[in-house]
């Protein structure tokens, strides 16, 4: 075969990822996603979902789920403004508004079409957004694909954000941040954040992605956590994590929804998702609400184990399902994950570019069905390593 010099770069680039460590690979898994997984032959506990609440193969889940496909099918056979909206994509749209407590609700396919769809709509040329250093990829890919100057101010701190917008006087705009950061599991500082936006009337966008069915008494989130419910403008979300199915979703006023269901690129130029994956996401949102004990289990499990890696002398404080635990280099976050798997745990190494290079960590993610002897396991493998980089031993 001919050479073909202009594929060359590519080939030289993926090397490079593998000498630094950062190469990827898909893990394949043969079973439902739940606290115990299957791969290939062997079985392992699970502490890297998103499913903190452990309903992606809830048996009552699924009865319901399989009544909406006999009578709907699985294809939605158009986007949500052409053929592709039934009466179960308005039921779930209907429930996640009543839920957070809004006027209205529009799903999207992803949590990520959903960040991009909104802030390219709503942020216009000469607005300015104000996002956090620690934001979401598709946070920082909706401000990207807007026509608004983007402002980066430092993680969860309120005062550089003030000094920034200052820097940009009378200019209209949006402050936008995770409610609960996605690889440091810290919560935002909603208050703080919620006053400069009053002073200096800027429209306010939290992601939910990692608080909804997590923090806050009922598992509403970042509002319920702090006692604030309905003051953010726009809330949005995703249905893959403790909702346990698919999707994204925003909410709030009528007229900011209207307005994104009329210019929300990513919502009008995409098939709708199925009936089915809806239904799951009814079911799972239903489930929430009427067994708190779930939220609960979810909630003693997060305080057990950052009580237990504290007595080890760890250096955590996380009041969400997400536990950094930090090994710095590339190599030795690899190095751990390998030794855990051995050992039967499935935890995930992170690396950059999801974060800054030489902060490369363990994520734990904590699931409500977690036996406290799991816990305290991992904990153990844990404390060790620690131990060990620390030439404690
Ligand atoms: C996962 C996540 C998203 C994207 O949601 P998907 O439904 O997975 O596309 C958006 N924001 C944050 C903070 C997330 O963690």
Redesign the pocket.
């Known amino acids: 075969m001919e050479e073909r010099e202009y594929l060359k770069r590519y080939a030289i680039e993926l090397q490079a990822r593998k000498e630094a460590g950062l190469y990827r690979e898909i893990t394949v898994f043969c079973s439902a996603q739940e606290k115990q997984v299957r791969i290939e032959d062997k079985k392992y506990h699970m502490f890297a979902s998103?499913s903190y609440l452990d309903l992606c193969n809830d048996p009552k889940i699924k009865e319901y789920v399989s009544e909406i496909l006999q009578v709907y099918g699985y294809g939605s056979g158009g986007s949500r403004l052409t053929t592709g909206t039934t009466k179960i994509h308005q039921e779930l749209e209907n429930i996640i508004a009543e839920w957070k407590g809004r006027e209205a609700a529009l799903v999207y396919n992803?949590?990520?079409?959903a960040?991009v769809g909104i802030l390219s709509a709503l942020a216009k040329a000469g607005d300015v957004i104000y996002s956090d250093a620690l934001n979401?990829a598709?946070?920082i890919d909706g401000c990207r694909l807007s026509k608004a100057e983007t402002v980066v101010y430092a993680h969860n701190d309120m005062k550089d954000l003030e000094r920034k917008i200052k820097q940009h006087p009378k200019r209209s705009g949006i402050i936008v941040s995770?409610g609960v950061f996605?690889m440091d599991g810290d919560i935002v500082d909603l208050p703080g954040m919620l006053e400069l936006s009053r002073k200096y009337q800027l429209l306010t966008i939290l992601?939910e992605?990692?608080a909804t069915g997590v923090i806050g008494e009922t598992g509403k989130g970042t509002e319920e956590y702090y006692h604030r419910e309905g003051e953010v403008d726009l809330i949005m979300g995703?249905?893959?994590?403790a909702v346990g199915s698919?999707?994204?979703y925003v909410c709030g006023s009528k007229l900011l929804i209207e307005y994104l269901k009329n210019t929300s690129r990513s919502f009008i130029f995409s098939t709708a998702l199925s009936p089915i994956t809806m239904a799951a996401s009814i079911a799972g949102i239903r489930k929430i609400q009427k067994e708190p004990k779930r939220v609960r289990a979810l909630q003693e499990n997060i305080r057990y184990f950052r009580e237990l890696l504290q007595s080890y002398g760890m250096d955590v404080h996380t009041e969400t399902a997400i536990f950094p635990i930090m090994a710095y280099t590339e190599e030795k976050a690899v190095e751990w994950m390998k030794e855990l798997k051995e050992a039967g745990y499935y935890v995930p190494a992170i690396r950059y570019p999801t974060v800054e290079k030489k902060k490369a960590r363990l994520r734990i993610a904590l699931m409500a069905t977690h036996q406290k002897e799991e816990l305290y396991g991992l904990a153990q493998q844990l404390a060790t390593k620690c131990r060990e980089k620390e030439g404690k031993v």
């Open positions: 998103n992803t949590g990520y079409m960040n979401h598709s946070i995770d996605s992601d992605a990692h995703t249905l893959s994590k698919e999707g994204g």
